[in-house]
């Protein structure tokens, strides 16, 4: 811990230093309030600061500055409460009346390095907190294997977008997606291949979105599925037609499929919000989805109301 002593009286800036520096602490003494700025200003590690009587200004100028790990002590002949309440109120977190002694001195010093250890300890809990909470966020949005948004995030938008429907009367549409005989495409060219065939066609997805506001997610599985807010079953449909498309053209080979590459099935639910259920549109995006599938896969059903 560090002791910056401000004091322009050489015997008693020497008495300090005499005491202190039998209590490991590194020392560091100037006379002013000028040098002691300029070595505040460079110092970044917990300073305990024993400022004298004239140093109330240079602790206003501390309190100021978005300095945290500072902890003043006022070193004072005045024992009057409103003169010493002039230094507090100034910003001073202590003070002490001369003559000084070391018993009563060491056991300030030892106050403040306590605090300040505690401060420097909450700030760096907070601060790996804050990161570790950035970090959960992140592992939240995003799914690990394919790099797009994950089912959470999904779900958090799908509520922000019906809320904002519901307000403005526009339309919404969901669009489930699924990759046609995946199961068999694991057992043919196994789980690596999976993985990969996952990530590939993942990336086709928000290539084929046209809006800032549009987002696509892993939903679990071989399913992803789409949000495109203030769009109608139109097109939704010149969507999920994109999607379609350029699956196919990844040309991914898939010798258990009839069509002999890897192809998708889809489903779209479009609605117009009119009370606070987004998760029937959900439901019913995935009723079309089976339609796609029970009418010969690598299509597009819409959810018929």
């Known amino acids: 811990m560090r002791v910056l002593i401000v004091d322009d009286e050489p015997i008693r800036r020497r008495n300090l230093t005499q005491a202190i520096s039998e209590w490991e602490y590194d020392l560091m003494a100037v006379t002013d309030g000028n040098q002691?700025?300029?070595?505040?200003?460079?110092?970044?590690?917990?300073?305990?600061?024993?400022?004298?009587?004239?140093?109330?200004?240079?602790?206003?100028?501390?309190?100021?500055?978005?300095?945290?790990?500072?902890?003043?002590?006022?070193?004072?002949?005045?024992?009057?409460?409103?003169?010493?309440?002039?230094?507090?109120?100034?910003?001073?977190?202590?003070?002490?009346?001369?003559?000084?002694?070391?018993?009563?001195?060491?056991?300030?010093?030892?106050?403040?390095?306590?605090?300040?250890?505690?401060?420097?300890?909450?700030?760096?809990?907070?601060?790996?907190?804050?990161?570790?909470?950035?970090?959960?966020?992140?592992?939240?949005?995003?799914?690990?294997?394919?790099?797009i948004a994950g089912r959470g995030h999904f779900e958090m938008r799908l509520e922000e977008e019906w809320r904002r429907a519901l307000r403005d009367g526009g339309p919404l549409s969901i669009i489930f997606v699924d990759i046609d005989y995946f199961k068999k495409y694991n057992e043919t060219y196994g789980h690596l291949a999976g993985d990969d065939c996952l990530r590939r066609v993942a990336q086709i997805l928000p290539a084929s979105l046209y809006r800032a506001g549009d987002m696509a997610a892993r939903y679990g599985g071989a399913e992803f599925i789409l949000l495109l807010p203030n769009t109608d079953s139109l097109g939704a449909m010149v969507v999920a037609e994109s999607v379609r498309v350029g699956?196919?053209?990844?040309?991914?080979?898939?010798?258990?499929?009839?069509?002999?590459?890897?192809?998708?099935?889809?489903?779209?639910?479009?609605?117009?919000?009119?009370?606070?259920?987004?998760?029937?549109?959900?439901?019913?995006?995935?009723?079309?989805?089976?339609?796609?599938?029970?009418?010969?896969?690598?299509?597009?059903?819409?959810?018929?109301?």
């Open 36 to 147: 002691a700025w300029s070595y505040l200003e460079k110092e970044r590690e917990p300073v305990i600061v024993l400022l004298d009587d004239d140093g109330i200004e240079l602790c206003r100028k501390i309190r100021q500055e978005e300095w945290k790990h500072i902890y003043v002590i006022i070193v004072t002949v005045k024992t009057k409460i409103d003169e010493i309440a002039d230094g507090l109120d100034a910003g001073a977190d202590d003070y002490l009346t001369r003559p000084v002694h070391d018993k009563e001195l060491r056991s300030r010093l030892s106050a403040g390095r306590r605090i300040l250890e505690y401060q420097y300890t909450l700030e760096k809990l907070t601060t790996e907190l804050i990161a570790a909470n950035k970090q959960l966020k992140h592992l939240v949005a995003v799914d690990g294997l394919t790099g």
């Open 247 to 305: 699956v196919l053209d990844l040309n991914l080979e898939h010798a258990a499929s009839p069509y002999r590459r890897v192809s998708v099935s889809l489903g779209i639910e479009t609605v117009i919000p009119e009370q606070d259920d987004p998760a029937a549109a959900v439901v019913n995006a995935n009723k079309a989805l089976h339609a796609a599938k029970k009418g010969g896969r690598n299509t597009v059903r819409q959810f018929a109301h």
